[in-house]
Each structure stands twice: as C-alpha cells, then as structure tokens.
C-alpha cells in the first residue's frame, strides 16, 4: 500500500507568476500581482525559511488538497498508530488495584463516552474543513488570541504524556538491559527526535509499517492467557481493591473517571491527522466516514479496551510483584509472556513491545507538541521560528518530568490535568455542536484567519476559565471533600452549560470581526468542501489554495494567513467591518 504522497511544489522566493489556469479563478480585483510603484511601502512578515518550513506538513495553517494524497484508510491507520501508547494499561491498573474492578469498569465505560460524544464534532471538522484543533478552537468561540489559552493546555498534555511514556520505555530497558532510569529516560527521549523530523510523511510509514506487530504482541499473550487459565478472568472479575469494599460507589467512578478524563485531550493529536483527510465526495463517502469516527472518536474504544486490560494484567501479576509494580506495563507483559513463552524470550520480547509502543505514541507527542507551541508562539510574538525548535522546548519538559518521577504520581496528575483538558474540549464540542448548528449563533465555518477574528471570544474564554478554575478547586479540596471526586462533572457540566449562555448573552457579536475576506471566490466547492483554487500570496510569492488566503489591506493583491499571523505592524491585515447575522457567515 503506498502511503507517501506525491510531493508539494514549492517555489523559490521572487516575483509572484500565476498558478496553473486549471487551478486559479480570477477573484474580484484581488488577484495575486505584485505591490505597484504607489502603493505604500510594508514589511514583508513571512519569507523564505518561514513559509518553506510550513510548506513541510501545513504547520499552523490550512493543509491543501494537493497535499492531501492518502486514502481515508491510510490516514485512519495512521493516526490510531499514535495510540499504541502503554499509559493506557497503566491508568487502568492504578485505577483497578485502587478502587476495584467493578468501579474500574464502570469508570472506564463512563469516561469513555463523554470522550466519544465531544470527539464526534471536533473530528468531523478537522477532516472536513482540514485544520488541526487549535484553529478550530480560534473560531469555535475562543478567537485568535484567545485560543493561545488552550494551546499551552494542549502542548502540555504532549509533554505529560511523553514523559509518561518515555518512563514506561525506561523501565522497560531498566529490565530488560539494567540500563538505569535515567539513562533510560535520555534514550527514550533522544531516539524520538530524528523520527519527528519529517513530519505527516515519515509518520504515515512509521505507524503503518510497526501496527501489525504491536497487536500480534499485545494480543496474543492475552488470548493464550484466557484461553489457558479461565480462571483469571474470574479473579479480575471480583478483585475488590485495596478498600477491601468490591461494591460500585458513585465516589470510586468518578475518581476513576477522573483520572481517564485526563486523556480527552487526545483527540488534538488524531486531529492532526485527520486534517490531511481528502476531500469527501460521493465515491468514497462510506470509506470517508468510517476513517473519520474510527480514528476520530473511536480512539477510545482501543484505549478503554487497553486500560480493562491493564486492570486484567495487574491483578494477574499482583500476587508475585505487588501492587507497587504491577501497574508497570513492563511488569504486566512479562507476566503474561511468562505463560507461553520459554524464559529466554520472555524478557526481550516485552521490551520489544513496550519500544515499539513507546515510540508510535511519542512521535505523535513531540510532533503534536511541537506545532501547539509554534502555533501559540508564532501568534503572540508574531515570529515563526520553526517546528524544529520546539520539539526541542516539548522533550526537553518530558525529560525534566521523567527524571523528577513522574510515574510515582501518575494519578494525581492526571486527575488535576483532566479538569482542564475537560473544559477546554467540552467547550469547543459544544460551541460546534449547539452555538453553530442548533442555536446558529456562532457561524458553521470554522474561521481561523488573523484579521477575520476577534483577539478575544468571551463565549469559549469565559466557559473554559469558569469551569477549568472552580472544578481544579473543587479537586484540591476547596469545597470540601464530599465535593472533590465531581470535578470532572463540574468541568464538564459548567463548560456545557456556560458556552451557549455566554453566546445569547452576547448575541454573537464576537465571533468575527468581519464576514468578507475580500475575495469573490468562495471558499467551498460544490460539494462543501474547501475550495483547491490556487492564488499567489503576494507577501511570500507562493500558491496557496483558496481557504489560506484573505485580501491585503496594503495592496490590490491576497496574502497567505502565515503571513497575516507573522505581520508585525498589521499592516496587511484587514480593518474590522459590521459583522452580518452568524447565520448568513455560514459555510
């Protein structure tokens, strides 16, 4: 199956020239000429190196159609090869040996859900409109700096989660070499850097290539468990935990919800991928929407699956290691290898699996990691320093986690991350699925250009601080402690309720700033989807497909939203105009 597309044109910085007839429409006396003679002399924000180095895999902006060259299957198998990650199995022992396999269960089941549902529309519009997460947080109610907010949310829920792996892979190598952890934690981290270079197109190879023998090692040695001694499954069934109780409280799932919340943030990282998704179209409607609910909210179906199965493997283990090791994944496997394997292959073939796994989830993490930071660095400071640099910042803050140990308080900080990670996502899912399409209030096309925005939205700012703030306080005890395993349904609940009243208080004023860009031709095709017509930006001399571009303030000529978001005096961004009704924004 080939998974690389063919590969995006560039053009080398000099005069503007045309796009090719077939692919450029005339729009309206915006067209893509240089600066005449009289026209007023401004910086050019973003040339060269800047505009070459999105080019790589659309770093903070739109990723085109001609860039888009995977197949909806390709793209799904790609992006659910980032889940591989062993944290899973971890979560759902800590949880399982704490409060028992009945709360476990249903903790597992509830959080699942609420993963599912605010997934669903996040998803839809990442392939849809083909913009990653933070874009469609700018105009799903934060606005354009606004969102910069729950950029720094999203990057730290990367670098948490790679130090969460990288200690995994390290107790892995620690048995399996007696390398020492913090060897271990330097290996883990340092292997990952040339593998998150490339972008979208090493990814794509790297996780269809290594998905087939992760699940051989995953599945097989529990199968042959089950299959062996049924009576495992009898034992995890009525594992009552350290409480001794065995009983469903509502206190225990919640706890255990909590914790598992903390990975709602993850549909951020199969967004983006699922924002190089091609366009949907008749023929492959079918194959479009079974890749977009697979790898988009399905997700969690794998993750739920793997966290009742670190609860399993735990309880299997629990009587020869203890419970201080048997949430260890390493530990996990290695005891069910035991089983079916001779002694010899046991050990290396555990830390084959936990290096396999370790290094599919944190390629994702660095690179997801990488483009929130530039993503949030590059609108404040105006600045483009390249996606390099904060691989760099995102694994040396996961080295830092992995050697204070992190590991030895998972939980708790997870618990306190999903607080916030539950605002933020339930706030844009619900901006997107009852501001835009029951109450029409925010406009249906996400909108993510500088110029075209508000700095600030109060609709998604408003909801996210309210929920994020009382819902960490009621976990730190601030309430008191009837009240602390409900933060994540207060963070839920408030952001959910918040965001629509925030939007009729405000009548949606400011979600846009203006409804015209400045171009006649429209953003989406026939079919809906974005436009392929290609203009030349006239700041960076570089085509760009229609959805990347808005009219220049300072010239009769459009520019590239790199552009716009590195222009360092506003000069081409475009004033503010009475916005319309939201409904007449639609898309």
Not at 146 to 172: K, P, R
Not at 318 to 333: C, D, K, T, W, Y
Not at 349 to 378: C, E, H, M, P
Not at 456 to 475: C, E, K, Q
Request: aromatic share 10%; charged share 15%.
């Amino acid at each position: 199956m080939n998974v690389e597309p063919n590969p995006v044109r560039t053009v080398e910085p000099g005069p503007p020239r045309s796009a090719a007839p077939a692919a450029t429409a005339p729009a309206a006396g915006r067209t893509a000429t240089a600066p005449t003679a009289s026209a007023p002399a401004t910086p050019e924000p973003a040339t060269g190196r800047a505009a070459e180095e999105t080019l790589e895999d659309y770093t903070l902006r739109f990723a085109p159609r001609t860039y888009r060259r995977w197949t909806p299957m390709v793209v799904a198998t790609t992006a659910l090869g980032g889940i591989a990650y062993m944290a899973d199995f971890s979560i759902g022992a800590g949880i399982g040996l704490a409060h028992g396999t009945g709360n476990a269960l249903v903790a597992i089941a509830v959080a699942a859900a609420v993963i599912f549902v605010t997934g669903y529309p996040l998803a839809y519009y990442g392939a849809r409109y083909n913009i990653d997460l933070d874009l469609i947080t700018r105009g799903s109610g934060f606005g354009y700096y606004g969102s910069v907010l729950t950029g720094v949310i999203f990057a730290s829920f990367t670098f948490v989660f790679f130090a969460l792996e990288g200690s995994i892979m390290a107790q892995g190598l620690k048995l399996g070499f007696g390398l020492p952890l913090w060897l271990g934690y330097l290996v883990s981290t340092l292997m990952v850097i040339p593998l998150v270079v490339y972008g979208m197109k090493a990814l794509s190879k790297l996780q269809v290539w290594t998905t087939p023998v992760w699940l051989v090692l995953m599945v097989s040695p529990l199968v042959y468990l089950i299959w062996t001694d049924p009576g495992s499954v009898d034992r995890f069934l009525s594992y009552a935990g350290t409480d001794g109780e065995g009983g469903v409280n509502t206190a225990s799932v919640l706890l255990g919800a909590g914790v598992c919340l903390s990975l709602i943030a993850q549909i951020g990282e199969q967004i983006d991928y699922l924002r190089f998704m091609p366009p949907r179209t008749a023929e492959n409607r079918r194959a479009w929407w079974t890749a977009v609910v697979m790898a988009g909210p399905g997700w969690v179906v794998v993750g739920a699956l793997k966290q009742v199965i670190g609860v399993f493997l735990a309880v299997h283990i629990l009587s020869a290691v203890g419970p201080g090791l048997a949430p260890e994944p390493i530990r996990q496997f290695k005891g069910a290898f035991d089983a079916m394997l001779p002694s010899w292959l046991v050990v290396p073939l555990a830390v084959a699996l936990v290096v396999v796994s370790q290094i599919k989830i944190n390629v994702t993490n660095a690179y997801s990691g990488s483009l929130a930071w530039t993503n949030s660095f590059t609108r404040v400071t105006r600045r483009y320093p390249g996606r390099m640099v904060f691989v760099l910042v995102n694994l040396g803050i996961a080295l830092v986690l992995m050697e204070a140990d992190m590991f030895s308080f998972l939980n708790s900080v997870l618990g306190f991350y999903s607080n916030c990670a539950i605002a933020w996502v339930v706030t844009v899912a619900t901006d997107i699925g009852v501001n835009k399409h029951l109450l029409r209030i925010s406009p249906l096309r996400p909108e993510f250009r500088r110029g075209m925005l508000y700095a600030v939205n109060p609709v998604g700012v408003v909801a996210f601080t309210a929920a994020s703030g009382l819902s960490i306080a009621m976990y730190f005890h601030a309430l008191g402690d009837t009240l602390q395993p409900y933060s994540p349904v207060a963070a839920a609940l408030i952001a959910f309720v918040l965001t629509p009243l925030t939007a009729v208080a405000t009548r949606g004023r400011y979600y846009l700033r203006r409804t015209d860009d400045g171009i006649d031709e429209p953003l989406l095709d026939a079919e809906g989807n974005p436009s392929a017509v290609t203009l030349d930006c006239h700041v960076c001399h570089r085509p760009y497909e229609r959805p990347d571009l808005a009219a220049c303030a300072a010239h009769d000529a459009v520019v590239c939203s790199l552009c716009l978001s590195t222009d360092r005096t506003g000069a081409h961004v475009l004033p503010a105009a009475p916005a319309a009704p939201a409904a007449s924004a639609a898309g």
